[in-house]
């Protein structure tokens, strides 16, 4: 069964855009999972300009309560994340590449340009028993070089498709899933799916999707009517 894994990163970025308490993205967790969701994903970065340390351990313990839902931990590929990720045991360790700079990830890991140092990253992280993807373009060399250092499941970066939804690009994420399953690799994908372009992809042969920032754009719209509905009847209190 596709696995769909929601990325609750934006939670977190409107409770730093106030540096307060909420919303607290464990609660989102929780809501996911209670709307469908099969996984919870984060993208703990180096800035820690959403999630943060705590989050991630809280709700890492709340999914290992929950053996049927996957927690995934995307990360870059440094020490500090390795030392986290050793610690916390995710369902799921994502590499992503990482700029200070940008406002999301934007493309895949180039593995070919670090194949030694992302090798001897994923031998570590499978010491500490833990199953492995990396986030990928759409290009067979840089699949069979995941497949080379040891990856357990790539994951293909939708973001070209979800840019110009047509059928060459969708091909080749197709295409890419395919030759990745040929030489024995997981495959899952990801990246500015939405509810307009995620039928293609919902139908090929992947194992997980995984999806942020449109389903939390969502949520802010189907959830403003009710929650200004709430602090009306609270502030027409008074003249009651
Ligand atoms: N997959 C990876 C590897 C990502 O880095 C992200 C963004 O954090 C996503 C999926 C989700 O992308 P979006 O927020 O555009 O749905």
Known sequence: MLKLCINIDHIATVREARKTIEPDPI?????????????ITVHLREDRRHINDRDVLLISQ????????LF???MAATDEML???????????????EKRQELTTEGGLNINAQKQHLA?????????????SIFINADKEQIKTAKDIGADFIEVHTGPYAENPNESELNK??????????????TNAGHGLNYENIKAIAKLNIEQLHIGHSV????????????????????DFNFK
Do not use: D, F
Request: glycine fraction near 8%.
């Open 216 to 235: 939390i754009s969502r949520a802010v719209m189907i959830g403003i009517k009710e929650a200004v509905t709430e602090m009306k009847k609270l502030t």
């Open 62 to 69: 709340h999914i290992s309560t929950l053996p049927h839902i």
């Open 72 to 74: 995934t931990l995307e």
């Open 120 to 132: 001897k990253y994923l031998e570590n992280l499978h010491k500490h028993s833990l199953t492995v």
């Open 83 to 97: 030392s986290i990720a050793s610690k916390v045991k995710p369902g799921l360790v994502t590499l992503v590449p």
């Open 27 to 39: 609660i989102g967790a929780k809501l996911a999972i209670e709307g469908g969701a099969n996984g």
């Open 173 to 186: 994420v197709k295409e890419a899933i395919e030759y990745a399953q040929s030489i024995g690799l997981k």
